[in-house]
Each structure stands twice: as C-alpha cells, then as structure tokens.
C-alpha cells in the first residue's frame, strides 16, 4: 500500500532559473534492490542489473563522497557499490547536469558493478527532514538508515560499509548497527584496495586540491575578483532585463583577450540585441570558462569595444598589435555563472626551467590546456618532473575569487606529446568521447551468426513482414569495399503502367530493443565517431557489418518505404511504409553504376554478380539493371529539379575515400569524383527522410524527432557579399532560392577556384541543422533552409545514428497506430525527447571536431618532417580569401588547407615582392581596403594583394608543446605557383593526400615496430575497441552530407581543414 507525503523541491531549469515545487511523494512497501541476496526478489521486482554475488561487502558512499570522488568510483576494480537516491540527487542539483550525467552513465553500464537504490521512496527508509535540521546532515542521516535496511533486508548476510567525509557521522554511526560499519573514503582505500595505486594517487590529489582551497579561503589575501552575485539576484534581474544570459565562448586565438556571450533563452527575445555581447579580458570574464552559461551586464556604450580584425598567432601577439579593433559591438562583463559545463581537460606540464621559474614550491604547478580558451590550472603533485613529456587529463575543482587560477587535481596520463596514440587520446578526451569496448552484457544480447550456426529469416517475422526477395529488384550503390551497407533501392514497372520506387533501409531496432544493455550503449555514444585514421563504431560489428548490413545475396531485414510513381511526370501518387525481408541482387560501387549509366558495360566483369552466368541469363540481367540504374535517376533528377525550384542549395565540400590494401591499411585517399549516380542515391535517401518525417508528425504531432535547419542571420553574410563584389558577383541572400540562383551565376570561367571559395563562405555562414521535438517549437520553425524541406528526419542511417533508431521506432508505432494496433515500444515524452536530441546535437559537434581535428593532426605530421626551404611539396598555389589588418587568409586547394599568411612579421617588418614576384622582409607599413591590401616599404616599392589572387605559399609546421601543432603559410611570391608538370596541378590533390596518410601512418608504425610487445598490446585493443585503422574514413567521408565537417573555426579563425562542415 502507498504512503502520501508531500515534498518541497527547489529544482533549477535548464535556463539556470529556480522553481519551488512541491510534489506528492508516494512512499512504496517494496522498491527494487538489485542484490543477488534479496530474500523477495520478485516483490522487488529486480528485473534491472543485480551487483555481484562475489563480493566480500557491499559499500554505500555518502553523498559529499559521490560529489568529490566519483572519478575514483568510476573504478572498475571497486565493486559492490550502491548509489543512495539521496546521494544522487544532491549531485544533480549542487554539481550540474554534467556531473549527473557521468553519474548516470556509470549506473547504466554493465561494465560496473554497482546500482541505484531508490532509498527515498522505500517506505521504511524515507526520513523527513526535521526542524533546524542541515540539508547535509539530513542526507547523510538519510543515506545511513537506508544501509542499515538493506542490510536487514539482505537477511544480515553481506556486511555495508558507508563510506562519508563527514567525522561526526564516523563518531555517531561508527560502531552504532552490527555489520554497519562508518568510514572515511581515504580508510576504505586503505584497508581495502592498498593496492590499486591509480586509485590512491588520485585519492591524494583530490585531498590535495581540497585542502588548499580551505587554505585560500582561510588566508586573507586581496580579491583578484568580483564576487559573483547570488542566484536570485541573477534570476530576477534576467527576468527584469538588466542582466542577460547566455554562453560563453572564448576566442581560441585571443583566448586573454576575447570571449563572447551568445544569447539564450528570454535574453534573446527580450533584449533587443542582434549580435552577441563581447566579455574583453579576463577580469570582465569573472572565473567563468568556455562553455559555461552566465549572466552579464551591459556595460554603458562609451565603454563598448569591437572584435581585432588583425591575424594572430597568440595572445602576446595580440597584446602588442596596435591594429584598430572593428566597431564597437556591445560589451559586457559577467556577473554570476548559472551552469559551470566544466569537464575533463588534456594539459602539458611545465619544462624543467620553466618549473624552477614557477618558484621554490614546486609542489604547486601551473599546468597549460591543449585548449586555448581553457585558462591555466594550478594544481599540486610531486610528479611535475616525471609527467613534463607527457599529456595529462586534469579536473578543476574550484575557483575562488582570490585566485588568478582555477585550482585542479591529476587524473591520468594520456600518452606522449607528439605521439600518435597519445594525440589521438588527447583528441577523444578533448571533445569528451568515450571509446570503452563494449561490456560482456551488451554482446550476450547480439544475435549469433557463426558457420556453424548461421543466422536465418525466422517464420514469425516471415508472417509478418512483405517478402520482397522474390518480387523486387533490389540492389545497392555504395564506395568500392563497403560492407556496412545501410539502404538499397529498387525500381519496377507495375500492372497499371506506373513506376514503383523503394527505399529500403537496415532494420537495426529489429536487433536493438528500447532499453537494452545495447541501447543505452547506443545512445550515450549516439553516433559513429570517425577520424583520419581510425572509427569507433556505435553499434558492434556482428550488427554494423554482418547482420545490419544489406550486403549482396543475403536475406535480411529491412525497414522500407515504397511509392507509386506517375509513369510520364514521376509525381507520387501514394506511399507505403513497413518492415520488409530483402535479399539484395548486387552489391554496386560507384563508379560501375555509373559505367552502366552510361552505356559502358565493359564495367560487367568487375561486378561479382554477373561472372558465372552464360551469356543469355548475363545478357538479360545486365539489360534489367541498367533500365533500374536509368530509371533512378530520371526519378533522382525529377525530385531534385522539384527542390532545386525551392531553393536548395548545393554547397562546398571536399570528400575522400579511403582505398585500403589487403591487410586493411590505408593504401590511399582518394578524393571522390563527382558521379551523377552519387546524387541518383542521395536525392531518393532524402526524399526517404522527408516522407518519414511527415509520417512520423503526423501521427504525433508533439513528440516526433526532426531535423531543422534555420535561415542564417543575414549579417552573416556580408563577408561573402563583398568577397563576390570584388569579383562583380552579386549575392542575393534573401531566401535560399535567390542564394542558391546567385551562387549558380557567381562562375569565373578563368578561375573555377573561385566559386568554390564562395560556396565554403556560403557554408560557413550557415547555422548547423539540429535534431529537435516536435513539440518544443512552432511548425513553421520545422523548415529545412539547405534542402528546401518543409519536414525532414533521418532514417537511413540507423547502423551509426541513434537519431535514425528513435526514427524507426517512431515509424514503427505509426505504423501500428493506422491499424488500430497496440503501440508495442514506449516511446519518448515530448521533454525526454528534447533532452535527448540535445545529447545528440552534442555528441554529432563532437565528431565534427574531434575529426577535424585529426584531419589537422595527419596534416601537420606530414609536414612536420619536410624540409619547407627544399622540399617541392611544401611550396604550393594558393587562393586568398580573406584580408586582415595585418595579413591574408589562403586556401590551398592542393593540400585543402586554410590558413593565416602574415604580410608583418614579429619584427615589424613588411612583406615585399621584387620584379620577379620574389618575396623579402623590409622596413615599411601596411594599408588595409574592403578588398585589398597594399605594403609599402620605406623605400616607396609596393605591393598589393587583392582578394581571389593566386600567390605561392611556403607550408611549414608550427611546433607547439602544450597545443596541436598548427600549419603555418609564408608568401614566397605574389604570382600563382607554377607546377613543373601541369598534370601533377590537376592530380595533386589526389596522390598527394594520400601521400600525407601513407607517409604518417608508415612513420608511425615504423616507430612502433621497434617496440614489438607494444604493436601487439595496440592490435588487441583495436579489436577489443571495435574499432577500424582502415575502412572508417571512407564510410564516413563518403556519406558527406550527414557527417561533414563544418568550419568550427569562427569567422575571425585562422586555421583549418577546407572539409565543410554543413550537414543536412
């Protein structure tokens, strides 16, 4: 039977402001215990994860241990841990969402032992709070009577020990149960784990960390800053409009300098701003850190200050330019922090001199980020010495306002700078991405398909799904050697002379059920990570390779969409959606398909299909598929003529494949050519996602997952407005019609570079599309701006997105809706929709950047070892595409490199070209025009630069110790650079991008084969990771579209891969 009470909730919105909401609180006889040793296991409904039965103890750590050590708990060695609701509610609302999450994701994973007690609405261990009681005291009262009935309720047969920070519990609990026993967190290490020294070293920093903050609180030293204001002065001020609240995001090349506040919430509405608020230095930035939400203040405008328009290499650049900022934009300074997104942070230890520099307590040490915007950490240890050649994973735990720094503690050691392995580390723990492989739980849930026993159709799912195997033509059309195939089509004539076309695409949740050990899996990955060399997957290999895949000659499953084509316009004349069994007929590349389109059936032999067949059955099969292949794509360019009528736009991007040699090692990347087959299969794919998405809002109008993509702001724009007018173009950026239509007609016949340049501008203004809930927004806030969609999802890649699993789901119980069916799978509320499509958006920025940061790492360690003075393949053509005050910005089309070329050097020295078009430093000045720029020397010799010259570039390697290492360009010559072989200019960009992956792989793996044991250890974990060295990159690069680099860099970046980054 229930028991009602009623429970005060001060809970805090995800717009940082504070509801006071009281809440029936239902008190229950029975909630699950999860221990193998329950007396009752089916009153307690353990039907979750259970602990371990081979445990000596069960230990409860306090909630201010959860808070302060949960990195350590987050051990796999310590087991038989059990999380007190109460302990995990203080997390939430006292540490933020970032913490609980972790907290969260621990408890899911089956590869810990540990659980969740719901002690707050277990009847007999709810304590209400008594009067004058501390909120602390009262959890830790609460978390104690709760160990005491579970181990009553264990029958007292497994001893508890709590483990609190609090002495005075020690002292009152201590010795109070039998078989309870109250502890400190250290004693536990202690006298149980004496061993596990990971664990006591970050233990011992913690402790550390913790006890020079109550120093620094006790010393009475002078405020280095402003105290921040308390939450209710923050919230009402928010709600009267003098403070506004936002984002905080640090310029990464003025990271001392520059921060800006993008706007949220009622702050955006409400306010009457257009751009974002400049934060300007440290001081006005008040301890906040790149990615917190704060609160700012206006400053009055004679005190506002505009963005640097000069390059900059570093802050102390930056310090000393005398260039003139840009027009003052409105300026703040931040007054309270709402949500501190603080998270793991890769950091170099001082040199040995630098060290000594630091002072005589060499216990203190000021520790550098790999991020620029992260400022530096101070935190204690005696292995200074020891870790100074090494990446290390570091945690803020605070920051005082007396402070210059944050105070922080050691974690681990990640790899040595420089190497391979440890900058790939770097480039996973940087963008927060966990690669652990998959638990023995989660693969036990895989289905099996061995030899011996091979996986079949079974006569349930026969019965209940359409048999297409022997109806329908079905084939697929992927990169040579692809074997995660997610989608095939299919085309036919029917019985009343109109054309039916099919989309069908992988049925992943077939295999993956709501809630399972894989699905959470799923989706705290939420997407394939891929990176320039390698992949981790988001599903296991027997699903993403083998079971999930569509590949040739096999039954499988599928999720299909099939509609009924007007014969002569192609228009639809009705749509089917449903679970189908295919058995694809080929399995086609690219460029066969496109042999075949073209009447070139040479291509016939190198299609495995058609090999043992005699000539008459060959004959008739060819002539099948190649009327499949036209048929498409009249279909394909029918449907996008219709978009393209809208207002689509085609934008930028360079895509690569991968060629992988017999052992599976990058061999080669090859850029992809353009084929019309590429858009035959990506115009039915979209048209597949917009038919899904209107189904799918149809049938639930407020919890639908969909795909936006909103209309750029228009200032965004004006770079690209007067890169065209230099070159008499004019853009017209009112709609994505007239963009698109202006883009079409910006062609330079002499310069093909050119519209590239402005179709990457045109990219780079865009705002990234994002999932969202139906019902979060307006309708008319649905619109696809790229694609000229008015709804739009993605369903055709459910092997590497979750989004496409929730998508199928949600097709599913369409489905089943229409026909009066029980909705099998629960589905998604429209708030857990939303939060969840936020942890996509999340995890989909990043792979963005943890890819292109990858991209960039191979591009610096392919130049890292040339000669740039004698070696051929660092002098290039480039393409400037940006003037600044104090130089240009070149594209490298050869290398698909941008980045910053000075005309002033550090010396103060200009940039100048004698008649041959050579370049020398000279004492002199710069003057900078909308579309030019012109150096001067002292002598009267000038040159200019205008925007879209071509100039040759020297390409050499910035060597940073405690950042990545950065390309960095130098003009040689103001005239284009002229290859000696003019066909090596047109096939540069394709051997010499696979030179840079070969050349580095090769050096790499020529350093690791002289530690043998070492290659081995790799091998083992590139297996037990599910991951690829190999057939990642060009699996993700291929799909472009979905999976692209967008240019993260912001408009005043100065480096960068030209992989764009706008994805549909």
């Given at each position: 039977?229930?028991?009602?009470?009623?429970?005060?909730?001060?809970?805090?919105?995800?717009?940082?402001?504070?509801?006071?909401?009281?809440?029936?609180?239902?008190?229950?006889?029975?909630?699950?215990?999860?221990?193998?040793?329950?007396?009752?296991?089916?009153?307690?409904?353990?039907?979750?994860?259970?602990?371990?039965?081979?445990?000596?103890?069960?230990?409860?750590?306090?909630?201010?241990?959860?808070?302060?050590?949960?990195?350590?708990?987050?051990?796999?060695?310590?087991?038989?841990?059990?999380?007190?609701?109460?302990?995990?509610?203080?997390?939430?609302?006292?540490?933020?969402?970032?913490?609980?999450?972790?907290?969260?994701?621990?408890?899911?994973?089956?590869?810990?032992?540990?659980?969740?007690?719901?002690?707050?609405?277990?009847?007999?261990?709810?304590?209400?709070?008594?009067?004058?009681?501390?909120?602390?005291?009262?959890?830790?009262?609460?978390?104690?009577?709760?160990?005491?009935?579970?181990?009553?309720?264990?029958?007292?047969?497994?001893?508890?020990?709590?483990?609190?920070?609090?002495?005075?519990?020690?002292?009152?609990?201590?010795?109070?149960?039998?078989?309870?026993?109250?502890?400190?967190?250290?004693?536990?290490?202690?006298?149980?784990?004496?061993?596990?020294?990971?664990?006591?070293?970050?233990?011992?920093?913690?402790?550390?960390?913790?006890?020079?903050?109550?120093?620094?609180?006790?010393?009475?030293?002078?405020?280095?800053?402003?105290?921040?204001?308390?939450?209710?002065?923050?919230?009402?001020?928010?709600?009267?409009?003098?403070?506004?609240?936002?984002?905080?995001?640090?310029?990464?090349?003025?990271?001392?300098?520059?921060?800006?506040?993008?706007?949220?919430?009622?702050?955006?509405?409400?306010?009457?701003?257009?751009?974002?608020?400049?934060?300007?230095?440290?001081?006005?930035?008040?301890?906040?850190?790149?990615?917190?939400?704060?609160?700012?203040?206006?400053?009055?405008?004679?005190?506002?200050?505009?963005?640097?328009?000069?390059?900059?290499?570093?802050?102390?650049?930056?310090?000393?330019?005398?260039?003139?900022?840009?027009?003052?934009?409105?300026?703040?300074?931040?007054?309270?922090?709402?949500?501190?997104?603080?998270?793991?942070?890769?950091?170099?230890?001082?040199?040995?001199?630098?060290?000594?520099?630091?002072?005589?307590?060499?216990?203190?040490?000021?520790?550098?980020?790999?991020?620029?915007?992260?400022?530096?950490?101070?935190?204690?240890?005696?292995?200074?010495?020891?870790?100074?050649?090494?990446?290390?994973?570091?945690?803020?735990?605070?920051?005082?306002?007396?402070?210059?720094?944050?105070?922080?503690?050691?974690?681990?050691?990640?790899?040595?700078?420089?190497?391979?392995?440890?900058?790939?580390?770097?480039?996973?723990?940087?963008?927060?991405?966990?690669?652990?492989?998959?638990?023995?739980?989660?693969?036990?849930?895989?289905?099996?398909?061995?030899?011996?026993?091979?996986?079949?159709?079974?006569?349930?799912?026969?019965?209940?799904?359409?048999?297409?195997?022997?109806?329908?033509?079905?084939?697929?059309?992927?990169?040579?050697?692809?074997?995660?195939?997610?989608?095939?089509?299919?085309?036919?004539?029917?019985n009343n002379g109109n054309l039916e076309l099919g989309v069908h695409i992988a049925d992943v949740t077939h295999f993956v059920a709501p809630n399972s050990y894989i699905d959470i899996e799923?989706?705290?990955?939420?997407t394939t990570y891929y990176l320039a060399d390698r992949r981790y997957d988001m599903l296991p290999s027997i699903l993403s390779a083998d079971l999930c895949s569509l590949l040739g000659g096999?039954?499988?499953?599928?999720?299909?969409?099939?509609?009924?084509?007007?014969?002569?316009?192609?228009?639809?004349?009705?749509?089917?959606?449903?679970?189908?069994?295919?058995?694809?007929?080929?399995?086609?590349?690219?460029?066969?398909?496109?042999?075949?389109?073209?009447?070139?059936?040479?291509?016939?032999?190198?299609?495995?299909?058609?090999?043992?067949?005699?000539?008459?059955?060959?004959?008739?099969?060819?002539?099948?598929?190649?009327?499949?292949?036209?048929?498409?794509?009249?279909?394909?360019?029918?449907?996008?003529?219709?978009?393209?009528?809208?207002?689509?736009?085609?934008?930028?991007?360079?895509?690569?494949?991968?060629?992988?040699?017999?052992?599976?090692?990058?061999?080669?990347?090859?850029?992809?050519?353009?084929?019309?087959?590429?858009?035959?299969?990506?115009?039915?794919?979209?048209?597949?996602?917009?038919?899904?998405?209107?189904?799918?809002?149809?049938?639930?109008?407020?919890?639908?997952?969909?795909?936006?993509?909103?209309?750029?702001?228009?200032?965004?724009?004006?770079?690209?407005?007067?890169?065209?007018?230099?070159?008499?173009?004019?853009?017209?950026?009112?709609?994505?019609?007239?963009?698109?239509?202006?883009?079409?007609?910006?062609?330079?016949?002499?310069?093909?570079?050119?519209?590239?340049?402005?179709?990457?501008?045109?990219?780079?203004?865009?705002?990234?599309?994002?999932?969202?809930?139906?019902?979060?927004?307006?309708?008319?806030?649905?619109?696809?701006?790229?694609?000229?969609?008015?709804?739009?999802?993605?369903?055709?890649?459910?092997?590497?997105?979750?989004?496409?699993?929730?998508?199928?789901?949600?097709?599913?119980?369409?489905?089943?809706?229409?026909?009066?069916?029980?909705?099998?799978?629960?589905?998604?509320?429209?708030?857990?929709?939303?939060?969840?499509?936020?942890?996509?958006?999340?995890?989909?920025?990043?792979?963005?950047?943890?890819?292109?940061?990858?991209?960039?790492?191979?591009?610096?360690?392919?130049?890292?070892?040339?000669?740039?003075?004698?070696?051929?393949?660092?002098?290039?053509?480039?393409?400037?595409?940006?003037?600044?005050?104090?130089?240009?910005?070149?594209?490298?089309?050869?290398?698909?490199?941008?980045?910053?070329?000075?005309?002033?050097?550090?010396?103060?020295?200009?940039?100048?070209?004698?008649?041959?078009?050579?370049?020398?430093?000279?004492?002199?000045?710069?003057?900078?025009?909308?579309?030019?720029?012109?150096?001067?020397?002292?002598?009267?010799?000038?040159?200019?630069?205008?925007?879209?010259?071509?100039?040759?570039?020297?390409?050499?390697?910035?060597?940073?110790?405690?950042?990545?290492?950065?390309?960095?360009?130098?003009?040689?010559?103001?005239?284009?650079?002229?290859?000696?072989?003019?066909?090596?200019?047109?096939?540069?960009?394709?051997?010499?991008?696979?030179?840079?992956?070969?050349?580095?792989?090769?050096?790499?793996?020529?350093?690791?084969?002289?530690?043998?044991?070492?290659?081995?250890?790799?091998?083992?974990?590139?297996?037990?990771?599910?991951?690829?060295?190999?057939?990642?990159?060009?699996?993700?690069?291929?799909?472009?579209?979905?999976?692209?680099?967008?240019?993260?860099?912001?408009?005043?970046?100065?480096?960068?891969?030209?992989?764009?980054?706008?994805?549909?």
């Amino acid at each position: 039977m229930l028991q009602k009470r009623e429970k005060v909730l001060l809970l805090r919105t995800f717009q940082g402001r504070t509801l006071r909401i009281v809440r029936e609180h239902y008190l229950r006889p029975s909630v699950p215990c999860n221990s193998p040793l329950c007396p009752q296991p089916a009153t307690c409904r353990n039907d979750g994860k259970l602990l371990s039965s081979d445990v000596t103890h069960y230990m409860i750590p306090d909630w201010k241990v959860v808070q302060d050590y949960l990195e350590i708990l987050e051990f796999p060695e310590l087991k038989g841990i059990i999380f007190m609701q109460t302990a995990c509610q203080t997390v939430q609302h006292q540490r933020g969402r970032r913490q609980y999450n972790k907290l969260r994701n621990l408890l899911k994973d089956t590869r810990h032992d540990c659980i969740l007690f719901a002690n707050e609405f277990q009847q007999y261990c709810y304590l209400p709070r008594e009067r004058g009681e501390s909120m602390e005291k009262w959890q830790t009262r609460s978390i104690y009577n709760a160990a005491v009935w579970y181990y009553h309720h264990c029958q007292d047969r497994m001893p508890i020990l709590m483990v609190t920070e609090d002495e005075e519990a020690i002292q009152q609990y201590g010795s109070e149960t039998e078989g309870v026993f109250v502890i400190s967190f250290k004693n536990y290490l202690d006298n149980f784990w004496p061993d596990l020294k990971a664990a006591h070293e970050l233990c011992d920093s913690i402790l550390q960390s913790r006890r020079e903050r109550e120093n620094e609180s006790q010393e009475s030293h002078g405020k280095e800053y402003a105290e921040h204001l308390p939450l209710e002065v923050l919230e009402a001020g928010i709600k009267s409009g003098r403070y506004i609240q936002g984002v905080l995001n640090v310029n990464k090349h003025r990271a001392q300098i520059e921060a800006f506040v993008r706007l949220q919430g009622a702050s955006c509405k409400d306010s009457g701003l257009v751009s974002d608020v400049l934060v300007h230095g440290m001081k006005a930035r008040n301890r906040s850190i790149h990615g917190d939400v704060v609160v700012v203040e206006l400053l009055p405008k004679t005190e506002w200050k505009g963005r640097t328009a000069a390059l900059c290499e570093n802050d102390s650049d930056d310090k000393a330019s005398g260039d003139p900022p840009s027009e003052p934009m409105p300026t703040g300074r931040v007054v309270g922090i709402l949500q501190k997104n603080w998270r793991d942070y890769v950091v170099t230890f001082p040199s040995k001199e630098e060290v000594q520099s630091q002072g005589k307590n060499a216990q203190k040490i000021l520790v550098t980020p790999w991020d620029y915007r992260i400022p530096k950490i101070r935190i204690s240890t005696q292995q200074a010495e020891a870790l100074q050649d090494f990446r290390v994973v570091v945690r803020i735990d605070s920051w005082e306002s007396t402070s210059v720094y944050p105070n922080g503690h050691f974690v681990r050691v990640l790899g040595r700078i420089g190497d391979l392995e440890g900058e790939i580390a770097t480039i996973l723990v940087e963008n927060s991405i966990s690669v652990v492989p998959f638990s023995e739980a989660q693969m036990c849930e895989m289905p099996v398909n061995t030899p011996e026993n091979p996986w079949k159709v079974s006569p349930e799912e026969e019965r209940e799904r359409k048999d297409l195997r022997k109806t329908h033509l079905v084939f697929s059309i992927d990169p040579k050697g692809c074997e995660d195939v997610d989608d095939t089509l299919s085309v036919r004539t029917l019985n009343n002379g109109n054309l039916e076309l099919g989309v069908h695409i992988a049925d992943v949740t077939h295999f993956v059920a709501p809630n399972s050990y894989i699905d959470i899996e799923a989706r705290t990955r939420a997407t394939t990570y891929y990176l320039a060399d390698r992949r981790y997957d988001m599903l296991p290999s027997i699903l993403s390779a083998d079971l999930c895949s569509l590949l040739g000659g096999v039954d499988r499953y599928a999720v299909s969409v099939i509609w009924e084509l007007d014969k002569t316009s192609y228009e639809i004349k009705k749509v089917w959606y449903g679970r189908t069994i295919i058995r694809s007929a080929y399995k086609l590349f690219y460029e066969a398909a496109q042999e075949l389109l073209d009447g070139n059936f040479n291509i016939v032999d190198d299609i495995p299909e058609f090999r043992d067949l005699d000539e008459k059955s060959r004959q008739a099969k060819l002539e099948e598929l190649v009327w499949a292949i036209g048929k498409l794509t009249d279909i394909a360019r029918h449907v996008r003529a219709k978009r393209n009528r809208c207002g689509a736009l085609e934008l930028e991007g360079v895509e690569v494949r991968v060629q992988l040699d017999e052992k599976k090692n990058i061999h080669d990347l090859i850029p992809k050519q353009p084929l019309e087959v590429h858009e035959t299969v990506a115009e039915c794919m979209i048209l597949a996602n917009h038919w899904v998405a209107k189904k799918i809002w149809e049938s639930f109008p407020h919890q639908a997952l969909l795909r936006q993509h909103p209309p750029p702001h228009q200032e965004f724009f004006s770079e690209l407005q007067e890169c065209a007018k230099a070159k008499g173009f004019f853009i017209d950026t009112r709609s994505n019609k007239t963009l698109a239509d202006s883009l079409d007609n910006a062609n330079d016949p002499n310069d093909p570079i050119v519209n590239r340049l402005l179709r990457s501008m045109a990219t780079q203004a865009m705002s990234n599309a994002l999932y969202f809930s139906t019902g979060s927004c307006a309708e008319e806030e649905f619109h696809h701006y790229g694609l000229a969609l008015d709804k739009y999802t993605h369903f055709t890649s459910p092997i590497r997105r979750y989004s496409d699993i929730i998508v199928h789901r949600l097709l599913m119980a369409a489905i089943s809706k229409d026909k009066k069916m029980e909705i099998k799978d629960s589905l998604f509320s429209n708030k857990d929709l939303e939060e969840l499509c936020r942890h996509i958006n999340n995890r989909n920025r990043a792979a963005q950047h943890s890819q292109k940061q990858s991209t960039e790492l191979f591009q610096c360690m392919y130049f890292k070892d040339k000669d740039p003075e004698n070696e051929e393949r660092c002098i290039s053509d480039g393409v400037i595409y940006s003037i600044r005050t104090n130089g240009v910005l070149v594209f490298i089309p050869r290398f698909g490199i941008k980045s910053a070329a000075y005309l002033k050097n550090k010396d103060g020295l200009v940039i100048s070209c004698g008649p041959d078009g050579h370049s020398e430093w000279k004492p002199g000045s710069l003057q900078r025009f909308q579309n030019k720029i012109t150096s001067t020397t002292m002598g009267g010799e000038s040159v200019t630069f205008h925007l879209f010259d071509h100039v040759t570039v020297r390409i050499s390697v910035q060597a940073s110790r405690c950042h990545s290492d950065r390309i960095r360009l130098e003009i040689i010559s103001n005239k284009p650079y002229l290859t000696p072989d003019a066909e090596l200019f047109h096939q540069s960009s394709l051997v010499l991008k696979s030179d840079l992956v070969k050349e580095v792989t090769r050096s790499v793996e020529e350093a690791q084969l002289a530690q043998e044991v070492k290659v081995n250890v790799l091998q083992e974990d590139y297996q037990k990771y599910c991951q690829t060295k190999g057939r990642s990159l060009y699996a993700l690069l291929e799909e472009i579209r979905d999976l692209a680099l967008l240019d993260v860099s912001n408009s005043y970046g100065i480096t960068g891969s030209s992989i764009i980054m706008w994805t549909v």
